[in-house]
């Protein structure tokens, strides 16, 4: 059961898969070369190996829990976390002018793999502060930056996300949490949220959240909502933990997995808050930190499949049943595929990550207009392929895969919320095919491009392999101009399947990159994903066109199952 | 979180789909109509509905354990169990010689799908009996016979199966577990037996052990095995419990799911035991008690699918978000497809046990070798349908679906161990391309017609449907042949996608029946399945065929993530 971080896997993706090396190349992330993305990723690695893994079942059989209104939290979480601040790696990313390292989201959304792979419950803390350091940099005012991004950045205080309430889940623009103007420059917020990750922490010296809420003239809808720093301890002069907030923990949820992770009910009681961004505006921000947050789910189902696969791969080389079970074809197909899938995934989401880092250092267009396409992408494959692929995990494990002190299942369990949080992966669907699509096309058609350019260059060495892909470009080329015909509500009938068949050729053309540059190793694991894996998006985009009209004509008593009508 | 049983859709089956009308024109099932249909379902749907649901969250929430040395079952196991055997559901199927009612295999399974959606935990251990009965039936002694059946058919006692050992799973041969001949007739047992569903209970006076053991002159692997009957009582002269054997529960497994069924490791030390069936020939008794329950279990996987779902399809009723969810066309296109493949995974399963009583009824070997055909198609389609339906309940409820208290993760945990136990799904993958192959592929052949009558059959009226099945079949056709060409390291590489491709197949034929004899319904139910279930048997086939080429060529290596090589 011990996790090593595929740390050189990472590494030949940045090198030879997406375009790290133009990152590298700019001005503002000059010394992110690759000496530097080395020394990191072993860094993190060992980390990840040595310090989180330990504690993956801890989190699982100790859960977090309330005792008299005050968290405690899993055995060993708090000198993991602790390890996690010292090494500075909460602000990886964040900006050093308030104590961040600068460096590349590329890098911090590997090292986030790495750490979700080790220990899921207690990296979901870090991963909610570092979209709330996002959010702060980009919306907030000097004062609340010099106020809070130091203390966020060391990771002397964490910070939450506080989106959903009763009523108000996907429907964001529902809720019912109110905010009043204190007259101070001020707010008081009242109301209760549901489904906050961390949202009391013993691991740290103070809890951030941050809210959404509606001043009593903000319209309906989401555009009337406004975003609150509120902080559990409510900082002194000099910027320390002073008096409680009007804030507590009524409970915390029962889960099927992350049980080291407080998914917390939160009640604010006319709670002291300071707005970040303008007042109506807060959905921006919150989408500063959602967008970060989507991306850095997808690692997470990459990082918990890795986790899965290797205990997996160890179990079948071990496991004899007529020779050991990793000779049976059948387990071999399964443990090939999910190899296959889970380098896919993972240059699917480093690709979206390196898009958000040329962005930001060039401020091109067509790299945001990329980030902004393939981050759902990378945050529904990645968590279907990590729920998938430890599936694959328990089922080669066979009885054993059962048995909770295996571990298995555990990873099964904790993967599952990923597909759920930050946006089903149908709200990332339709993400993709309403809103990504909404420029007509253009940002598909790019990306669509360079994977059919790409196909064309490698056919010289691998026609079959590079013709299969470019085939499949070319009929998902169609497809979206057929889908760019269509209006929504039959697009969402079809996004799943259409978000599917991208990942799939997306996949397949990252396959194909990896063999150029790979050895041995990287062909044979290209030629199952794009035998076995790729051919399936025609099926996909089969049904991602079938429409809306077979969904309709059947009556909702069908659904439940009755025979008349 | 009310469960309704499916009582008209089954009957619907029964009636329209499945030839169970032939099992009611044959003398030994003639007091089994269409009358005895409806009053066995309906009954057996108020005992689901209104006894069994009721328990199924005590069985999460308080698991069997072990006291003293003794079990406890969940809360109010104890009144349900009773409530089975009352009602005389244990010998449904059985000899009316020693008690049963002697009614189809297919009225059984029936009723074993709405127990199993009701409460599998609790269900598994009838389930378990039954197989045992089938054993005893075809091959105990008749003293064996009058002493054990009248207590396990009466529900009076309980039965189990002992196969697995910690070095002997989907290899049984390896087992080590030894027989000894005690001179009397009896024999004993000593040896270490782990997985055994139900290995103690304290619902049932007697707990009787099928323990599968290796008598000294047996011969390795598995045609040196014997079956025992090995009680947890000795019975005495009268035939009551007496004596305490020389066995005990050492531990209970602490499982993912169906934390109401008590998994147990099994000692036993020099046990005494009676002989089923002859020396050295236990597989043959194991069999029969195997195949009855790779059926069952395939309707457990289907009983649990129909309970996500119908909860599914409620908060998706009731939950609103702009709107009913139900109305959003991807929700509806999950709970749609989630609907057709249940129509389909069940039908399946009914049309197995439909030729398992035809066999009995008419002695015909066609029958039996479609029903032996279509086995580990029902087993391991009808788990796998309820894994993807359970896993489509949770993603309906959004964060709420990972929180336990509303019991759609329960059904995923719970469902989750149909692909495993008795044969993993590979296994039954194997089992169909292997051994049910091995007539020359004449049982799929006899299938495959039918299904390609049944489709020209429907051209008439429905011509778009029925030339999808049509096509899909013959296609099946052809790739059954090339699979018939190849080795069996091939075939097993490719098994598990060919009995997916078969389900889909044999899926459209049932949606096809059951249109010819249904309203707008069952149209709008057929659309859906052969519109974006059915098409997926292309790629299914596409995998069955590509060999094991590039499996062999993946180093183990680089299945655990090396990149070189």
């Known amino acids: 059961m011990s996790y090593k971080a595929p740390v050189e896997q990472i590494e030949f993706i940045l090198r030879h898969v997406v375009p790290y090396g133009e990152i590298a190349a700019t001005e503002r992330f000059s010394e992110a070369g690759f000496d530097t993305v080395s020394a990191i990723l072993t860094e993190a690695g060992k980390l990840a190996g040595n310090v989180l893994a330990p504690l ?30 010292e090494g500075g790696w909460v602000g990886l990313a964040a900006d050093p002018e308030h104590g961040g390292m600068g460096l590349p989201q590329a890098l911090n959304m590997a090292v986030a793999e790495m750490m979700a792979g080790a220990c899921l419950s207690l990296q979901l803390n870090p991963l909610l502060t570092q979209g709330q350091i996002e959010a702060l940099e980009h919306h907030a005012s000097d004062d609340l930056k010099a106020l809070y991004l130091p203390k966020l950045i060391s990771g002397e205080w964490s910070g939450t996300m506080n989106l959903t309430e009763p009523g108000a889940g ?9 905010a009043e103007r204190n007259g101070d420059g001020s707010y008081s917020i009242t109301g209760q949220k549901i489904f906050i990750t961390w949202g009391d922490s013993d691991v740290t010296g103070n809890v951030c959240h941050a809210v959404l ?23 002194d002069e000099n910027g320390n933990p002073g008096v409680a907030n009007s804030l507590k923990v009524v409970s915390l949820e029962e889960k099927t997995g992350i049980h080291g992770s407080p998914t917390c009910v939160m009640s604010y009681e006319g709670a002291t808050g300071w707005l970040i961004g303008e007042e109506h505006k807060g959905m921006a921000a919150m989408f500063t930190m959602m967008n970060c947050a989507r991306l850095g789910v997808g690692m997470q189902g990459i990082g918990v499949g890795e986790a899965a696969l290797q205990q997996a791969v160890t179990y079948a080389q071990e496991r004899i049943q007529m020779g050991p079970i990793i000779r049976h074809p059948d387990v071999r197909r399964m443990l090939a ?136 470009a070319e009929t998902l080329r169609e497809a979206t101009q057929t889908m760019l015909e269509r209006d929504l509500p039959e697009r969402f009938a079809g996004a799943v399947p259409y978000l599917s068949a991208f990942a799939r050729v997306l996949g397949g053309y990252y396959h194909l990159l990896a063999v150029r540059a790979g050895g041995e190793a990287q062909l044979a694991l290209a030629r199952v994903f794009i035998r076995r894996v790729l051919p399936r998006f025609g099926t996909d985009l089969e049904e991602a066109l079938a429409g809306l009209e077979d969904l309709t004509a059947i009556r909702d008593e069908t659904l439940a199952g009755e025979m008349a009508g």
Chains 1, 2 share one sequence.
């Open 337 to 472: 595929t999910a190899r296959a899938e889970i380098f896919a995934a993972r240059a699917i989401a480093l690709a979206c990550a390196t898009a958000i880092d040329l962005e930001r250092a060039t401020g091109d267009a067509d790299h945001a207009a990329r980030a902004a396409f393939l981050t759902p992408i990378a945050k529904a494959y990645g968590t279907d392929t990590g729920w998938r692929v430890a599936d694959t995990a328990v089922q080669v494990h066979g009885g054993m895969g059962y048995i909770e002190e295996t571990g298995a299942a555990q990873y099964l369990r904790d993967v599952r919320i990923t597909q759920i949080y930050e946006g089903t992966n149908g709200i990332q669907a339709m993400d993709l095919v309403g809103r990504k699509l909404s420029d007509g096309g253009e940002a598909a058609a790019r990306l669509l491009d360079e994977i059919l350019d790409g196909a064309k260059s490698a056919q010289g060495d691998h026609p079959e392999l590079a013709n299969e892909v470019w085939q499949a």
């Open 213 to 235: 809420a509606r001043l009593p003239d903000g319209a309906k809808g989401t555009r009337g909502i406004s975003l609150f720093m509120v902080p559990k301890l409510i900082p």
């Open 56 to 85: 993956n079942r801890n989190g699982d059989e100790t859960p977090a829990r309330l005792e008299n209104g005050k968290l405690r939290s899993s055995p060993g979480f708090d000198e993991g976390f602790r390890a996690i601040a």
């Open 170 to 178: 996907s429907d964001v623009g529902a809720l019912t949490t109110k």
